[in-house]
């Protein structure tokens, strides 16, 4: 079409990845104007970990349309407010013992990521967060100052302050514990590194890669924040809400967060919502300190609850996200060992996983031949080297099946052209040199 060459802005990026106009969607396919299907593994980036247009959340939004209920609401209580907040005390906090006061924020994860810096820097009295390399925490001027990517960060046209980067697990290699390094620094008066508000961290990086942070890293993590007075933010955006099989992502790791962050699959629907958890002695705020006009989106509160009452009422959607993580886990295991040729890895948790490819160029050309055969999937990563299956984790096993053999093709393709190619020869050499 036309027009958006013509008046939509430059900035686009998923739609030059694949460019069709799509227009309806139901569950994991999505369809082009033609009405040609699609396997939708990029599934909103993280949003609808619940799929399109979720049967049981529309039928409970149109009966709230259709009764006139609350569209927009400011912070003022409502009924459906009130029922999401009752369905999430009562399923997801209580249940796991956890203690938290929520605050409605902007309904984008990085309104939702400013608020928790501004928690942190005002009830510490201090500047300075600990982020991670590679980390991605959204593009608004506070939470950019956060995020690693360089091509992000380039385009702030400010100075962005305000953080310390620290390694994140496993970049300095395996068998570094990292936070050994921020033990150090924070114990030294002279490391330039003085006494932070928190530490924001992913547990799993998305954007940066599917990059995953070892329970063991987590734990320690958190111990060396208890020894020096931080308070821990995770930044459970595109991790929580399912993605690695329990509600949260750190669950497993048996840590407890001063503050978390919550949106992507949160709305449940694919309508924007964010919230902050906090301890109840963090909550210091006065009165619209931290306000935005599209607080209340009640119509995310009613799907919000819907996926909640649906999903998390038991243990049954969480053992089948955590079994189809498995299936993922194998087959690219075994996919990597078969065409990676020594160099592409698997890496992820639960229903958040990736191949590594190295090379972005690689990864790319996985991706479009994978659209191609209508399937779309994304990459991520510093050089966008990392093909990312973050499929609906309510696909059918058929489906999951389908949509993964359909990038062991590509990859098969792929991988077997850019053998023929001298240079590409070049690139796999390079890489096994620097990987021995
Ligand atoms: C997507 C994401 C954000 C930013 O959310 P937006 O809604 O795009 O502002 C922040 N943190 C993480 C971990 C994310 O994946």
Not at 152 to 174: E, I, K, N, Q, S
């Amino acid at each position: 079409m036309k027009i958006f060459d013509e008046i939509e802005s430059e900035v686009q990026s998923y739609a030059r990845a694949f460019p069709r106009v799509f227009h309806k969607a139901q569950g994991e396919y999505l369809y082009d104007a033609e009405g040609n299907q699609f396997l939708d593994f990029l599934a909103g980036a993280g949003t609808l970990n619940y799929g399109h247009n979720n049967p049981v959340f529309k039928e409970q939004l149109l009966e709230y349309i259709n009764n006139d209920g609350i569209t927009h609401g400011l912070d003022l209580h409502t009924k459906a407010k009130g029922a999401f907040l009752e369905a999430f005390n009562e399923k997801i906090l209580k249940p796991r013992g956890m203690d938290y006061l929520v605050q409605f924020t902007g309904p984008t994860g990085t309104n939702a990521v400013e608020a928790a810096m501004k928690i942190a820097r005002n009830v510490t009295g201090q500047q300075n967060i600990v982020t991670f390399t590679n980390g991605f925490h959204g593009v608004s001027l506070g939470a950019l100052a956060a995020t690693g990517n360089a091509h992000h960060r380039d385009a702030a046209g400010a100075a962005l302050t305000g953080v310390h980067r620290m390694p994140y697990d496993g970049y300095l290699g395996d068998g570094i514990d990292t936070t050994a390094y921020l033990d150090k620094v924070l114990s030294d008066s002279s490391s330039g590194i003085n006494s932070p508000a928190a530490v924001m961290v992913e547990t799993v990086q998305g954007e940066g890669g599917i990059n995953v942070a070892s329970f063991e890293w987590l734990r320690n993590l958190q111990a060396v924040c208890k020894k020096h007075g931080l308070l821990l933010i995770i930044d459970d955006i595109q991790a929580g809400c399912g993605r690695t099989g329990n509600y949260f992502s750190f669950e497993e790791a048996g840590i407890e967060p001063d503050i978390i962050t919550l949106s992507k699959s949160l709305g449940g629907y694919g309508l924007p919502f964010a919230v902050v958890l906090m301890k109840p002695a963090l909550d210091q705020w006065k009165p619209g300190e931290h306000n935005g006009t599209f607080r209340g989106n009640n119509f995310a509160f009613v799907t919000a609850k819907a996926a909640i009452d649906h999903y998390w009422s038991d243990d049954a959607f969480s053992e089948s996200v955590k079994n189809k993580g498995q299936y993922v886990s194998q087959r690219l295991a075994a996919i990597v060992e078969r065409y990676g040729e020594g160099n592409f890895t698997a890496r992820g948790r639960g229903m958040f996983q990736g191949i590594n490819c190295v090379n972005g160029e690689i990864a790319g050309a996985i991706t479009q031949r994978a659209f191609k055969s209508g399937l779309i999937i994304e990459t991520s990563g510093a050089d966008d080297q990392v093909v990312k299956f973050l499929c609906p984790l309510t696909i059918s096993d058929e489906n999951l099946k389908k949509g993964i053999d359909i990038v062991e093709q590509a990859i098969k393709e792929v991988c077997a052209k850019e053998t023929s190619i001298p240079e590409e020869v070049d690139y796999f050499d390079e890489s096994q040199s620097v990987s021995a």
